[in-house]
């Protein structure tokens, strides 16, 4: 029988999750950006701001109880959407920020005994939240 997760391997599963967000690989490939894709590559970056803000809270977090942060590698399942249009990879980021909506509320639970997990995934929840309504309202608004 495999031990439960203790809560920084929670916190580690949550930190990669950030870490190899959409965005960041978006931004970290070096886009191409046009003055035309300018606007729609600016949300991008709002987004993977976010995401290595949301990694540093949690990589402190886990040194704070005495552990460490545990990248992985980056996913190249990303590879070759940073040449296209936003309104190409929009149906893609809105499904991957549900994805961590969920992943969030979940690893919330399972961190409730940690008021200090608890009350950081609760945060970074709701960020994950509104980025999920805002994007959400966008692509509605776009048709």
Do not use: C
């Amino acid at each position: 029988m495999m031990d439960a997760p203790t809560i920084t391997d929670i916190l580690n599963e949550l930190l990669n999750l950030e870490l190899n967000s959409l965005p960041i690989r978006m931004i970290e490939s070096g886009a191409f950006i046009s003055a035309r894709l300018r606007t729609d590559f600016v949300h991008v970056t709002s987004m993977a701001k976010s995401a290595r803000t949301h990694a540093g809270a949690l990589a402190d977090l886990i040194q704070s109880l005495g552990d460490s942060p545990q990248p992985t590698p980056p996913s190249l399942d990303s590879a070759g959407y940073h040449f296209q249009e936003l309104a190409h990879v929009r149906a893609l980021l809105i499904s991957q920020q549900a994805q961590t909506v969920q992943k969030y509320q979940t690893a919330a639970q399972r961190v409730s005994k940690s008021p200090r997990a608890a009350a950081l995934l609760g945060a970074i929840l709701e960020d994950h939240r509104h980025t999920l309504a805002a994007w959400s309202a966008q692509k509605n608004a776009r048709g």
